[in-house]
Nanobody
Framework: QVQLVESGGGLVQAGDSLRLSCAAS????????MGWFRQAPGKEREFVAG????????SYGDSVQGRCTISRDNAKKTLSLQMNSLKPEDTAVYYC?????????????????WGQGTQVTVSS
């Protein structure tokens, strides 16, 4: 089993930056690709950013393209999401996810392990 724990969420103002982190533990040798998703109240879970196993291939959702950077440190078993120029519409619970396939995917159903989420609230 793999456990994922997110941190770094909080209340910020529009235009601010925030860095989310995800720490993996357990059977981390099973982890391949990882990603960040978010879910706002009344909305479906949305792909934010993803990375293949090596970090050499990344992908971003249209709504955050150019404002976010995903990175991972396999030695430290961590995944990070740097978010800049935050907007009120970025307000959501952000989830870290991992799968046992090394290939990157934007599909939430393809991820096996999920964290509990961290709340990000952006005020205008």
């Amino acid at each position: 089993q793999v456990q994922l724990v997110e941190s770094g969420g909080g209340l910020v103002q529009a235009g601010d930056s925030l860095r989310l982190s995800c720490a993996a533990s357990g059977r981390t040798f099973s982890i391949g690709a990882m990603g960040w998703f978010r879910q706002a109240p009344g909305k479906e879970r949305e792909f934010v950013a993803g990375s293949n196993w090596s970090g050499g291939s990344t992908s971003y959702g249209d709504s955050v393209q150019g404002r976010c950077t995903i990175s991972r440190d396999n030695a430290k078993k961590t995944l990070s999401l740097q978010m800049n120029s935050l907007k009120p519409e970025d307000t959501a619970v952000y989830y870290c996810a991992a799968r046992d396939n090394i290939a990157l995917t934007t599909l939430s159903r393809s991820y096996t392990w999920w964290g509990q989420g961290t709340q990000v609230t952006v005020s205008s």
